[in-house]
């Protein structure tokens, strides 16, 4: 496995046969391992290599070769880059930060099945919160519009400014039920159904 | 071109003579890459075509976006595509300090390709302004950005000032993000 490493390295000497190299990608940053100390994720990226490519992990991190880059710079040139890393590492610290802070409000935005009577017995369900999980609303609609053959549609900033689905028919039930199906990353306790009572009535027994 | 995230609109099949053309051109702009066409589009693959903001094409086959273009201009190809034959295309190296700027998507400057770890080609085999060209980077094997020269290498060592080539897709950017489904 070392010698491939070394070719991967070298770039040009791949085999002569099947031309193309496999080319290996960071399982959390998306680029090629040796640009992970560049991006915003790069301690995660480490103990991904770590994990998945163990036997990579020397040729990528090879501090070394750092410091010898480093040590024909002027000292002027040290000083500018050592801030720039400090700038870098700041930057990095903020958007780990940001990151977790959008990972706790995923898990705490909630997701709510209406259901609104129009007519006599007749019902439709508005779907907010959605787009908090990273859906695109205007394909959720459609999905559930072909789903229970029905009408479907966005309605923009509607109540309190949100987004919501409106689903023509009573379908609270499956529509949970398809959306626990569908889209796994949305997570089920999330999702609460509640009916939007008449003004009429009055609550309580 | 691609700083900003964007998602790809529509998918439509491409023409199998629009596909041919889109062939030739290909090996026209990039002759090093003839012996590899094949692979890399097969006869009788089915490319797609997205469109992006902007007047922007890219041509995908499957999931993979092989190469893009804005309204009739050069074709640029994607990273992976680099990646997976590096040796198809001209390449310049830029030193190590200029990697963080390249990939928040900075245009390239002339002293990031001039200083000692950074490499231009030979005179002999100068390359003129205006051509594709991907970009290495120092101690790295992979290229991290696919760009238009604006300069011909032999003027960039020699005046040594301002914008070199000028940043078209780099790792990480909208491009490099977008999924294809």
Redesign the interface.
Known sequence: MADNNNN?????AAPQE??????LYCGV????P??CE??SSAKKCKEWLEENHPDLVASVY?TE??EA?MS??TVD?LAR?EK?EQA?EKKAIKETAKAERELAKKLSSKIVLKRVERAKRKHVIVVTGLEAFGL?LKKVAKDFGKKFACGSSVTKGAAAGQDEIVVQGDLSDDILEYIEEKYPEVPVDNIEQVEEKKKKKSEGP | MFKKGFTGTQKTKLKSSVQRALRTKITDQFPLLTPHIDELIPKKSQLDLIKAPDRISLYALGTDILFFQHHDDALFPHLRVVHRFPQCFPTLQIDRGAIRFVLSGAQLMCPGLTSPGARLPEREREVKAGTVVAIGAEGKGEACMVGLLKMDTEAIKSVNKGVGVETVHYLGDGLWRLDVD
């Not at chain 1, 099947?18 to 080319?23: E, G, H, L």
């Not at chain 1, 940053?29 to 090629?32: A, G």
């Open positions: 991967e390295e070298a770039g040009a099947p031309q193309a190299r496999i080319v940053c998306t680029l090629p040796e640009y560049f991006g090879n070769a750092v880059a024909h710079l040139a880059a720039a870098a695109d």
